[in-house]
């Protein structure tokens, strides 16, 4: 019956309008911040070695111990796995727009929070920057699950999966933002503060000036948060939580009238007859009826966004090691502080700008026309294919005459990633579960996913040193010079492949009939006829 309503209906059936393309930039913008935020730490990482790790003498410049590299790498997908379990869950209690104004001013604050770091001691530096990168990622984490929600509950069936992928494309815009700010910022202050390379003069190589250049990096994320923070205020409640979890089909009815901008009818007795459905749909997330209904399909959307992030987040924290492995960005001692920055920015740049931004618009172009499961099962294919080609002959990719071949294998790994489960595994958790536990698994599915990068940014923070033992970073123990990196996760790609069959194919239905929310209810609406002789519509 939940989907006989008038209002969802005409969402369902809505042509594509203003307001949809409104939606996809307010919620995109959330995703552009985030992926701003947490990736633009893997451009100043070696900076910050350099400033706060330096010691005389060493034949190359100060690095991030291990600790403190995998504590400032890694504990804002701590905060964040935490924030979309727990936002995924204040999301179906309080209601999708109460909660996302908080995870937004969150993230602004936290944002100016990081770069403001203070401390006169290396591991004051350190501890207040993890400490608010920690609540930065809790603020992220919250924007997974009610992004996507929010867009799902929005869209038509037609091309829901398109706006909804759509919404996650920002995070390759957010990526390519901030290499961009890098390179800007960094040519800035190399042009106003010329110095020597490390190996000419290890002191004056890094200028006082460059701790500016990481806290203005970090900080320029809550510029876009900031922006949008009033138009996340002025929508209003998505129908499908105002009706079907909230039960007031009249406020749901006038709002989507003045969004969709057609007369719709409340039909308060649809509700009536819905709300007095007993046991049909008001199973819990810890119920026996939701493992029958949906444990398969969490345990796939789970499963498949924690495999995909091993290597997905793996790849991305450590590009700067793998592109330094194979000669494609200089010694750090030939270089100074401020060039070194812009050198890793420009790699990573250019890698977001040719594989990662169009991967994100190749599903947005496809997902509606060859659906969420092939898009998904063929991203891991590709993905499992580059990487055990780049990673069986990896002695072959590091000679000098072959580094091009590498990155243009590289960057497909990266399309291929995002024009398949990268964007499909944010997308099917908002469309297959009922509306008052669809934020919820959501958040469970995106949790898992950082549990894999946590696992990605950890686990191979080590493996990206070099055999030689002379040649580590101070403090590191002898690694497998990226070979790890490029070998390793194209197993879990495998295994991701497998655990896609766990997961529905979604398109072109809407989420009442995916998430089987009408399911008994036609037996409860003739129960309460012949019981209470009262005309319920069906």
């Not at 040719?354 to 891991?380: E, H, N």
């Amino acid at each position: 019956m939940a989907n006989d309503l008038q209002v969802l209906n005409a969402l369902d059936v809505a042509k594509t309008q203003l307001y949809h393309f409104t939606a996809i930039v307010i919620a995109g913008m959330g995703f552009f911040t985030d992926a701003y935020d947490l990736f633009c730490i893997s451009m100043v990482t070696k900076l910050l070695g350099r400033l706060y790790y330096h010691h005389d003498g060493a034949l190359k410049p100060g690095s991030l111990p291990p600790n403190v590299s995998a504590a400032v790498n890694g504990v804002a997908f701590c905060g964040t796995l935490a924030g979309q379990l727990f936002f995924g869950w204040l999301g179906d209690k309080m209601g999708r727009k109460k909660v996302y104004g908080m995870t937004l001013m969150i993230m602004v604050i936290c944002s100016i929070a990081s770069g403001l770091s203070f401390g006169h001691t290396p591991k004051g530096v350190m501890t207040t920057l993890c400490f608010f990168r920690f609540w930065l990622g809790f603020g992220i984490g919250g924007d997974y699950p009610l992004s996507a929600t929010i867009m799902s509950e929005y869209a038509n069936k037609k091309t829901r999966g398109a706006f909804i992928a759509a919404v996650f494309a920002m995070q390759g815009f957010g990526i390519l933002a901030g290499g961009m700010v890098a390179i800007i910022v960094s040519a800035a202050f190399k042009g106003a503060f010329p110095a020597p390379a490390y190996e000419v003069d290890a002191i004056g190589s890094t200028v006082p000036q460059a701790d500016f250049v990481w806290r203005i990096i970090l900080m320029f994320g809550a510029i876009p948060a900031g922006l949008t923070y009033y138009w996340r205020m002025k929508m209003p409640e998505t129908a499908r939580y105002t009706a079907l979890v909230a039960k007031n089909l009249k406020q749901a009815a006038n709002d989507m009238s003045k969004v969709l901008q057609v007369e719709i009818e409340a039909e308060p007795e649809k509700v009536t007859a819905i709300s007095e459905a007993k046991g049909a749909n008001d199973f819990g997330l810890f119920t026996k009826e939701f493992l029958r209904r949906h444990g398969l399909h969490l345990l796939g959307t789970a499963s498949t966004w924690f495999l995909l992030d091993i290597a997905f987040y793996s790849q991305n924290l450590f590009q700067k090691d793998i592109f330094s492995a194979i000669g494609w960005i200089p010694p750090a001692q030939t270089m100074n502080a401020l060039e070194e920055v812009y050198k890793i920015a420009r790699a990573q740049t250019l890698i977001a700008l040719c594989s990662t931004v169009p991967g994100y618009w190749f599903t947005v172009a496809f997902i509606d026309k060859i659906g969420r499961f092939a898009i998904q099962l063929m991203g891991f294919f590709f993905m499992t294919v580059f990487m055990f080609a780049l990673a069986i002959p990896y002695h072959h990719w590091t000679l000098k005459d072959h580094r091009i071949g590498f990155v243009v294998m590289y960057s497909f790994t990266f399309f291929f990633a995002n024009f398949g489960p990268n964007a499909t595994t944010f997308v099917v958790p908002a469309e297959i579960f009922p509306a008052r536990l669809r934020s919820t698994c959501h958040g469970i599915s995106a949790a898992a996913g950082k549990a894999g990068a946590m696992v990605g940014a950890f686990g191979f923070l080590y493996a990206a040193q070099p055999t030689d033992p002379t040649k580590t970073d101070a403090g590191y123990p002898p690694g497998h010079w990226c070979e790890e990196l490029v070998d390793r996760p194209w197993l879990c790609n495998f295994l991701g492949m497998l655990f896609t069959f766990l997961v529905p194919e979604s398109n072109g239905k809407s989420l009442e009939d995916l998430s089987r929310e009408n399911e008994g209810e036609e037996e409860t609406v003739a129960e309460i006829r012949a019981t209470s002789g009262r005309t319920v519509p069906v």
